[in-house]
């Protein structure tokens, strides 16, 4: 079955350093979506990519889509403490909604 | 965009009782979903709620033990039946609009 995997699944950065969490996919994704869930709350969107090799920019943060659409990177530049939370990616199945993959737990030391 | 409320926000029960979940979107979506997260897990995906007809469920997951309602666009309904400790989880509603948008969860702990 479809497996969505992320590397690494916990990190801790002091605040002002870089983060990345890598998303790989066992299948081609149409797309992948971004999510973050602060501590206690649910997922929130952050973004969604859909071309081969796209790159897309949120103020510090960074996504990109692998050219084989099986992968995807999150890059948060200059980490702040409001970054604390699990950035989740996500993929859709041919059912048509959204399979999770594993997330990556972020903590942010002030 | 949508804003999905959830109730109750939390339940404890005892086992072999049951406990509906309500989900309300204050939008029309096209489609909702039902997803469970363990502490510290990610989502997993129970079923798709189907307006007006039977849910879609994923492997694992069985109508006799989680019936699903969608009377309407923004309205739907998880059981969760018998419960045992097992079931002890986050339960989340989710719709899809645009983007897809997530209920703040029914935190139920089963004794």
């Known amino acids: 079955g479809q497996q969505v995997m992320q590397i690494p699944q916990y990190q801790h950065v002091q605040e002002g350093e870089d983060f990345t969490t890598y998303c790989n996919s066992s299948?081609?994704?149409?797309?992948i979506q971004w999510y973050k869930q602060r501590p206690g709350g649910h997922p929130v969107f952050l973004i969604q990519?859909?071309?081969?090799?796209e790159v897309k920019k949120q103020k510090r943060l960074t996504f990109q889509f692998g050219e084989a659409k099986k992968n995807s990177s999150l890059h948060i530049t200059a980490t702040q403490t409001t970054d604390v939370g699990t950035y989740f990616c996500?993929?859709?199945?041919?059912?048509?909604?959204?399979?999770f993959g594993t997330g990556t737990r972020l903590t942010v030391i002030p | 965009s949508a804003v999905i409320s959830q109730k109750p926000s939390r339940d404890i029960c005892q086992r072999g009782t049951s406990l509906t979940i309500q989900c309300q979107v204050d939008?029309?979506?096209?489609?909702m979903f039902w997803y469970r997260q363990q502490p510290g897990q990610s989502l997993t995906l129970i079923a798709t709620?189907?307006?007006?007809?039977?849910?879609?469920?994923e492997s694992g997951f069985v109508i006799d033990k989680f019936p699903i309602s969608r009377p309407n666009l923004t309205f739907s309904t998880l059981t969760v039946s018998n419960m045992s400790p097992e079931d002890s989880s986050i339960y989340l509603c989710?719709?899809?609009?645009?983007?897809?948008?997530f209920g703040p969860g029914t935190r139920l702990t089963v004794l």
């Open positions: 996500a993929g859709p199945t041919g059912a048509n909604n959204l399979f």
């Open positions: 299948t081609t994704l149409s797309n």
């Open positions: 990519l859909v071309k081969s090799g």
């Open positions: 939008s029309q979506v096209t489609m």
């Open positions: 709620a189907n307006q007006g007809s039977e849910a879609t469920y």
């Open positions: 989710s719709g899809r609009v645009d983007t897809q948008y």
